[in-house]
Nanobody, 133 residues
Framework: EVQLQASGGGLVQAGGSLRLSCVAS????????ICWFRRAPGKKREGVSC????????YYADSAKGRFTISSDDARNTVYLGMNNLKSDDTAIYYC??????????????????????????WGQGTLVTVSS
């Protein structure tokens, strides 16, 4: 059984930092792209960031570039999303998800947006991030 367990959310002041964790079980990291999405109140779901252990590809939405960092710990089957300089617009429920992806070699997935193109088979339960202004 595949499970994605997201944690690390909380209440933080604007300008602060959080690190979200996504622990995956039942999947092999190098066969999946792991992504973070978020859904803010009254807004549609937004893809935030992705990582592939198969070819080292990463992706950041424009809203995340320069502030968020995605990384993985293969030994712990965990993907992290480090978030700095948080803003009130970052308030949302953050979900981790997995899509089958076995890599494209040294080029990786390039400039595409995997959150719009990949089919995500597995979803975690979400963790709430609240940024107070």
């Amino acid at each position: 059984e595949v499970q994605l367990q997201a944690s690390g959310g909380g209440l933080v002041q604007a300008g602060g930092s959080l690190r979200l964790s996504c622990v995956a079980s039942g999947i092999t990291f190098d066969r999946y792209a792991i992504c973070w999405f978020r859904r803010a109140p009254g807004k549609k779901r937004e893809g935030v960031s992705c990582i592939s252990r198969a070819d080292g590809s990463t992706y950041y939405a424009d809203s995340a570039k320069g502030r968020f960092t995605i990384s993985s710990d293969d030994a712990r089957n965990t993907v992290y999303l480090g978030m700095n300089n948080l803003k009130s617009d970052d308030t949302a429920i953050y979900y981790c998800t997995a899509a089958t992806y076995r890599g494209l070699g040294s080029t990786g997935w390039g400039p595409i947006d995997p959150t719009s193109l990949f089919e995500f088979q597995f979803w975690g339960q979400g963790t709430l991030v609240t940024v107070s202004s």
